[in-house]
């Protein structure tokens, strides 16, 4: 069994966000937080909180599991 690695988690959210078809803006207006945090999470700059992190994923409708390395697809 591999270690996971903040790096990969941060990819698959990165990329996630990318997938959605939804604009840092619209998922900013979601989450009720900043363009720029978005932004941030996006290019992999900075992490969630484990809040955001849940209704990021509940907006983006990705699988935590998945963004978090737990599951493959």
Do not use: H, W
Request: aromatic share 6%; glycine share 2%.
């Amino acid at each position: 069994m591999n270690t996971i690695t903040a790096a990969q988690i941060r990819t698959r959210l990165t990329e996630s966000i990318k997938e959605s078809g939804l604009t840092q803006k619209e998922i900013a207006q979601r989450l009720n937080i900043t363009q720029q945090s978005v932004s941030c999470y996006a290019t992999g700059k900075k992490m969630p909180s484990l809040d955001t992190f849940a209704n990021l994923c509940r907006v983006l409708d990705a699988d935590p599991a998945y963004i978090l390395c737990i599951k493959e697809y």
